[in-house]
């Protein structure tokens, strides 16, 4: 029952995500449908848990009302001197070694959120406010550890998935981002939803957990298109014949480019790894000798031309000259 449910809620939601860009309904219709996927698949499996009464399905736990989760423990306020007895100076010096890798995750995972979010392919044209929003983050993050609060951090999946939802495109046989509805007014939003989800209860408790991660999965595989290392994968099963016309399909061989895919795969699958065992802690440390492995070692192994295709900040990667063309045949010749 669970699996049904949650392949249920991912395939209405990436249909009715599709069908957007159908030719059923008139567009107004579509779009609005189309916006509203999400909210549409959790309400009609969400119905179907609920008038199927012989199966038991694992529920949404949701606390009653606004209070802390250990009141015989702690009241709201966390004594930063120590809660039941004096805090050793000696350990104030020391919680120096944790806070130091909690600031590299939150910094790295907010950067990397804030890259895949403003790709210049968005064509973003309001100023960024991506700097104060790190400050706010690192300075809620102080606040939020007196009340034994969460550390903020960027939610990139929800993040991406944020700014697929405010992204206009272009109509054709291969649509292309034409622009993003840069605002404020979303996000302020979800944040005022989410503070009044507490006066929710009575509704988020029918809701069941494999509904959410049908929705998980929906916003996880939607936010992988336009990854090039996520196409470079599916082109490991693709003959070369049928491989798309990209930069770093024509301007690196084949088997250099599944070589550099190969590399990206262990470093990935060594991060999981790390991440999923007691030695979690050190992540930050591991995700920080990635750069001296991308720029002092992938550099020895590929060319500047091929990392600027494999690896390049756009979308689209820009050179000097086009291929097939020589700069030197647009040049106008003095008469």
Same mark, same amino acid.
């Not at 750069?291 to 390049?312: G, H, N, Q, V, W």
């Given at each position: 029952?669970?699996?049904?449910?949650?392949?249920?809620?991912?395939?209405?939601?990436?249909?009715?995500?599709?069908?957007?860009?159908?030719?059923?309904?008139?567009?107004?219709?579509?779009?609005?449908?189309?916006?509203?996927?999400?909210?549409?698949?959790?309400?009609?499996?969400?119905?179907?848990?609920?008038?199927?009464?012989?199966?038991?399905?694992?529920?949404?736990?949701?606390?009653?009302?606004?209070?802390?989760?250990?009141?015989?423990?702690?009241?709201?306020?966390?004594?930063?001197?120590?809660?039941?007895?004096?805090?050793?100076?000696?350990?104030?010096?020391?919680?120096?070694?944790?806070?130091?890798?909690?600031?590299?995750?939150?910094?790295?995972?907010?950067?990397?959120?804030?890259?895949?979010?403003?790709?210049?392919?968005?064509?973003?044209?309001?100023?960024?406010?991506?700097?104060?929003? &790190?400050? =706010?983050?690192?300075?809620?993050?102080?606040?939020? %550890?007196?009340?034994? $609060? *969460?550390?903020?951090?960027?939610? !990139?999946?929800?993040?991406?998935?944020?700014?697929?939802?405010?992204?206009?495109?272009?109509?054709?046989?291969?649509?292309?981002?034409?622009?993003?509805?840069?605002?404020?007014?979303?996000?302020?939003?979800?944040?005022?939803?989410?503070?009044?989800?507490?006066?929710?209860?009575?509704?988020?408790?029918?809701?069941?957990?494999?509904?959410?991660?049908?929705?998980?999965?929906?916003?996880?595989?939607?936010?992988?298109?336009?990854?090039?290392?996520?196409?470079?994968?599916?082109?490991?099963?693709?003959?070369?014949?049928?491989?798309?016309?990209?930069?770093?399909?024509?301007?690196?061989?084949?088997?250099?480019?599944?070589?550099?895919?190969?590399?990206?795969?262990?470093? &990935?699958? =060594?991060?999981?790894?790390?991440?999923?065992?007691? %030695?979690?802690?050190? $992540? *930050?440390?591991?995700?920080?000798? !990635?750069?001296?492995?991308?720029?002092?070692?992938?550099?020895?192994?590929?060319?500047?031309?091929?990392?600027?295709?494999?690896?390049?900040?756009?979308?689209?990667?820009?050179?000097?000259?086009?291929?097939?063309?020589?700069?030197?045949?647009?040049?106008?010749?003095?008469?």
């Amino acid at each position: 029952v669970h699996t049904v449910l949650m392949l249920g809620t991912f395939f209405i939601a990436f249909f009715l995500r599709k069908f957007k860009n159908s030719m059923f309904l008139p567009g107004k219709i579509r779009r609005i449908i189309g916006d509203f996927g999400v909210p549409i698949s959790i309400l009609i499996m969400v119905l179907i848990d609920f008038f199927i009464t012989d199966t038991y399905t694992q529920k949404l736990s949701v606390p009653s009302g606004l209070s802390v989760s250990l009141e015989d423990q702690r009241g709201w306020f966390i004594n930063p001197m120590g809660l039941k007895e004096e805090f050793p100076i000696w350990m104030m010096f020391a919680s120096v070694v944790p806070a130091l890798l909690v600031f590299i995750l939150i910094f790295l995972e907010s950067q990397i959120t804030t890259l895949i979010v403003s790709k210049p392919e968005r064509k973003m044209v309001k100023g960024s406010g991506f700097h104060l929003d &790190l400050l =706010l983050v690192v300075g809620m993050g102080g606040v939020s %550890a007196l009340f034994g $609060l *969460p550390w903020l951090s960027a939610a !990139t999946v929800r993040s991406v998935t944020h700014a697929n939802a405010l992204t206009v495109m272009s109509k054709g046989a291969k649509p292309e981002i034409e622009k993003v509805l840069e605002q404020r007014i979303s996000g302020m939003l979800v944040a005022i939803l989410v503070g009044l989800s507490i006066l929710m209860e009575p509704i988020l408790k029918l809701i069941p957990l494999a509904v959410l991660f049908g929705i998980f999965l929906y916003m996880g595989i939607t936010s992988l298109n336009g990854i090039q290392l996520f196409d470079r994968m599916l082109l490991l099963l693709v003959p070369p014949k049928y491989h798309p016309d990209e930069a770093y399909i024509h301007r690196v061989k084949t088997w250099r480019m599944h070589m550099f895919t190969l590399i990206q795969i262990v470093c &990935l699958v =060594l991060l999981w790894v790390i991440k999923s065992s007691p %030695a979690s802690l050190a $992540l *930050p440390f591991i995700l920080i000798l !990635t750069i001296p492995l991308r720029r002092f070692l992938l550099t020895r192994l590929f060319s500047e031309l091929e990392i600027k295709c494999l690896d390049a900040d756009d979308a689209k990667v820009q050179f000097d000259e086009t291929l097939g063309e020589d700069v030197y045949d647009e040049t106008q010749m003095p008469v």
